[in-house]
């Protein structure tokens, strides 16, 4: 339901966004990695946005995430988080990320302008190390707040050989203050954070929001099929151990082994051709994949189902099958308390609460470690980001941000 | 039927086998190139071999191809003649083509130590440039004997700059003789080659040899198939476009025609994934068809059968599918007199005659438009070639010279 007050929101939150465009490492695309020159002035750009917005409180911690305040009814109080990041890919969308912070920057504008103080404090986060590209260090700045920061982390390097040490001194950042940032408990009371679906869920049912249910875990797995290369001319049909006809029967059956399990997905992202000759039968495929389910009971059985196919469709084509796991992570589920309090603002507006999982990784992954812990998907256009031409509507922004202020005004720890 | 006139002919021509195995442009391997300085030597020692088994007359003409003439029961006769192919691939094996040399050999001394003139020359020739790994000039050797020699394949190099042009004349061949090579269809009464099979056919159904029908046409296509790249873990199953699932579809559909069509193969060889990372859909794949059969009628109806599936997959899966042909080669059939003539040969040693085949090219492809054309192929350990594991019996080489030999005693023009 758009209003004038939905409307104001959107039209603040994309002055924002467009204002944070202009921090790129890059002069022709959107590049902003963790510490580098472009995040660093992002951090200042945002520190000052949360200043002007009314919030009590703003500092940089030791890892270069920006911390802004916002009191409760009385000083010192357990705070609500909200937060996601503001590093990006290469050649990124404007939206991936700095929705989620630039929306809590709205959240404490609206509560502020109307005098309004909770029962429990706000902070706004913005995160630096979300999209793992430059380091090999994947969600650090969470990482230490939830207080499982890896710290062999610090000794990892970017392409150009500078550590993350290195790159956190230079920024202005604190190695040595790392375990510092770590929250207690008692401290926070959840943690939410709105972000684009990055998926075309919500776009091709016309819904402005969604729910996340759950962070999906994800397993990969090498896979090393072997036949018998041979004369693609004097190779009978059916003498042949075509590796590539054996795995293209596997890839059909893990399709459709992913679209059985429960919210699930699999994928077969790589696929390489051995000896890769137009006239000759392919002795070796290697392939991997990747398979996704937001519980991990579903992704296990997905996971077995897919192993069991493909050693039945290897024995009966007489090829072998080598199978290598190399990932294995598990589900964050969602807080009830905060779906149903996010189901509850978008109800108040007369729309249907849309649940669905994130197949995606967050910062909210590593937080739900810590708090109780929630995500609000916004539409994005045909589900694309990680891309310049990522899109979102000024409208869906606004209407969000006032179900996360409606959400926020009502949330009981 | 082995006997002890067939164990002395295969003696005889494994001795030769392995004599010529010394020349060898790798210290390690077998590797003879066209015109090179183990192809010089080769050539010179099959020269040195045919004279000392009785031939009239022995030269080397302006290709390389050495031609040793057996006169008939007057001198100046028109001839049969017997060939195959004295160069190799890299890492060779030792009958690929140096059978059918050693066979015609064989065959010439069996006659002269009987002392037996037919009513016809027996000519034997051994080609060079049949494996069309050194320069873009495919069966130029036995091209110009049949009057096809295609004059801008001189100009093509080798992969050290050399143009066959050059190596030619380095070698001792004449590029500006080329045209008087070509024989006159008077003077040739038909061409018979003997050759591994090249294939598991023979060595699976437990046979010396077969008579192959035909040699395949060919027919090859590249297929660029373009749906759309994604998150692997947020595009739900029934919203991809999954260029690789796609792909996967056609192979087996490609494996399903092949099998189906009358000694028909299709085969996928290369295979190529984009963006091809292990967390994201595959937007494009492009693959390669070959599709062989003897009947070109066959033939075009794969090709046409393997498209229409393709369309009618990637239209069902909403991804495109562009097919550009690049390669389409007629098929060769055999001369029925010469099938006939070998059937019997192989019936009076109480063998069933095996028809089949042949999927790989030869140099009787060429020679056929000159001349009535027939292939005799022996079994190979496996179907292997093209690789030093390459293996055949001693028995089975003595058994197919005297075949050979029998067919020749009988062959009426």
């Known amino acids: 339901m758009i209003t004038n007050d939905t409307k104001r929101l959107g039209a603040q939150a994309f002055a924002r966004l467009n204002a944070l465009n202009a921090y790129s490492d890059h002069p022709d695309h959107l590049e902003r990695l963790y510490l580098s020159a472009a995040h660093r002035k992002a951090v200042d750009a945002v520190a000052l946005m949360m200043r002007e917005a009314g919030f009590d409180a703003v500092h940089i911690d030791a890892l270069g995430t920006v911390v802004g305040r916002y009191e409760g009814q009385s000083v010192g109080r357990p705070a609500l988080l909200i937060g996601s990041h503001i590093d990006t890919v290469k050649d990124a969308g404007s939206f991936d990320g700095m929705l989620g912070v630039i929306a809590g920057i709205g959240v404490v504008e609206a509560l502020h302008e109307a005098g309004e103080r909770l029962d429990f404090a706000i902070e706004v986060l913005a995160f630096g190390d979300e999209e793992n590209v430059r380091f090999p260090s994947n969600l650090s700045s969470s990482r230490a707040i939830a207080g499982s920061f890896d710290y062999t982390t610090l000794d990892g390097r970017d392409e150009n050989g500078i550590s993350l040490r290195e790159a956190l001194i230079a920024f202005g950042g604190n190695p040595d203050a790392i375990a510092g940032i770590a929250r207690k408990k008692e401290d926070v009371i959840g943690y939410v954070e709105m972000h684009i679906e990055q998926g075309p869920v919500l776009d091709q049912e016309n819904r402005p929001v969604g729910i996340v249910t759950a962070i999906s875990g994800a397993s990969r797995r090498r896979i090393i099929v072997t036949g018998e290369a041979g004369h693609a001319g004097t190779v009978p049909m059916a003498l042949r151990k075509d590796a590539l006809i054996a795995a293209s029967e596997m890839a059909l059956a893990i399709e459709k082994l992913g679209a059985k399990a429960e919210n699930g997905v699999a994928t ?12 000759v039968i392919p002795g070796r495929v290697r392939f991997t994949v990747d398979a996704r389910a937001p519980k991990d009971a579903v992704r ?15 024995a009966r084509r007489h090829v072998t099958v080598d199978i290598q796991p190399f990932y294995d992570a598990p589900a964050a589920p969602a807080s009830e308390a905060i779906m149903q309090g996010l189901a509850a603002a978008i109800e108040a507006r007369q729309m249907e609460a849309r649940y669905l999982p994130s197949g995606a990784g967050h910062d909210a992954m590593v937080m739900g470690a810590l708090c109780p812990m929630g995500m ?15 899109s979102m509507t000024e409208e869906d922004a606004g209407l969000a941000i006032a179900i996360l202020l409606d959400f926020v005004r009502h949330y009981r720890a």
């Not at 192993?307 to 039945?312: D, H, K, M, T």
């Not at 609000?376 to 990522?390: T, W």
């Open 268 to 279: 077969i992202g790589q696929m390489q051709v051995e000896p890769g000759a137009v006239n």
């Open 300 to 314: 296990q059985q997905l996971v077995a189902d897919i192993e069991a196919a493909l050693r039945s469709i290897a």
């Open 376 to 390: 609000l998907f916004v539409r994005c256009k045909d589900g694309i980001s990680h891309n310049p031409a990522e």
